[in-house]
């Protein structure tokens, strides 16, 4: 039988995945149709962007699995009408460029480059950076990519400390986790890197207490997801000196409002939710990898834990 797949997101991603997702499908030799308008009562699986115009999953009545192709699921985590196994997306190539950005925002404000690149005024400055060796980095979430982080953090020398919900170790990295234990991770860190997923027990993680547990003229860097961070709280955080600077790669509201006062403050530094992307390739890879487990009767990789959100 041929197995049916949707490509349920926009256009742009379709001129985008067609091949790579193809090419991933035919090395699994697998018997199937993909395409962007199939019958829903056939359809077998849905690789799915949480944006995209399909909401509604009820007449997808043979529906296997729901492949997301971001690794956030906050848009589709509490679908009712979602009743089969929903992946995420944990993809060699996002991971790959989340370090990457991770590392060099750290290194940007650990080497304190803006003050050259924004002071070629005449002053011979005498700034020398501490050692990472002596800067503490909090990594909260420690996930896939928190720890991937972690670890080229900690190759790069810094001081790596990690939060999550469950406990964790990781080699080289200070793991704290529950609610219990977020307020010693934080405690005098130079750099709090946010790589949480948004759920209600995640929201406002960092707000007008926790920003005053860090060292002061803490740097805060955000590519994990806008509620995390309580606004207010981060705005006179930075206003008061506690906070130096905040690189923030996501919002509440995307695209960030040409108001919002994080455009006009120049400790902010605002980016487009371009932290990392999926990346077509690899993310395919395990799409059909995903496809074929499932069709074998196996349990799909990186499934979602509904009732904890991510
Ligand atoms: P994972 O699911 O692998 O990791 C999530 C981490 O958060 C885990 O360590 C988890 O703990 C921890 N966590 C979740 N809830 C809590 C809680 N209540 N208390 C303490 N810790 C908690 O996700 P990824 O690492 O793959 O991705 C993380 C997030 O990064 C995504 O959800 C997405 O929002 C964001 N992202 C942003 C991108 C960008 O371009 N800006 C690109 C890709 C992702 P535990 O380990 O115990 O489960």
Request: charged content about 20%; aromatic content about 8%; overall charge neutral.
């Amino acid at each position: 039988m041929t197995i049916k797949i949707l490509f349920s997101a926009n256009n742009e991603n379709w001129k985008r995945y067609k091949a790579p997702l193809q090419d991933a499908l035919d090395n699994k030799s697998l018997d199937y149709e993909l395409g962007r308008t199939i019958t829903p009562c056939e359809v077998d699986y849905i690789i799915y962007a949480p944006s995209s115009s399909l909401q509604d999953f009820s007449p997808y009545a043979k529906l296997k699995a729901v492949l997301n192709l971001w690794a956030g699921v906050e848009g589709v985590t509490n679908n009712k009408t979602l009743k089969v196994p929903l992946a995420r997306m944990v993809d060699s190539g996002l991971t790959d460029g989340m370090v990457e950005w991770v590392t060099g925002h750290t290194l940007r404000h650990h080497l304190g480059i803006d003050k050259h690149i924004h002071g070629q005024d005449g002053i011979w400055r005498s700034y020398v950076p501490p050692l990472a060796k002596d800067r503490i980095v909090t990594i909260l979430g420690l996930g896939t990519l928190g720890t991937a982080c972690g670890i080229a953090l900690k190759r790069l020398g810094f001081n790596v400390r990690g939060w999550s919900r469950r406990e964790k170790r990781v080699d080289g990295i200070i793991c704290f986790y529950g609610d219990d234990q977020v307020d010693s991770s934080l405690m005098d860190a130079d750099i709090v890197v946010l790589l949480l997923p948004d759920t209600p027990l995640t929201q406002n993680i960092l707000n007008q207490h926790t920003l005053n547990l860090l060292k002061r003229g803490a740097f805060v860097l955000n590519p994990g997801r806008g509620p995390l961070i309580d606004d207010d709280a981060l705005l006179a955080a930075l206003d008061s000196g506690q906070i130096e600077h905040a690189t923030l790669d996501v919002f509440r509201i995307e695209p960030l409002p040409q108001n919002h006062q994080y455009w006009s403050n120049n400790k902010v530094t605002v980016i487009p939710h371009k932290a990392s992307e999926t990346r077509p390739k690899t993310a395919s890879q395990v799409i059909a990898m995903n496809i074929e487990r499932a069709e074998n009767g196996q349990e799909l990789l990186y499934l979602v834990d509904r009732e904890n959100g991510y």
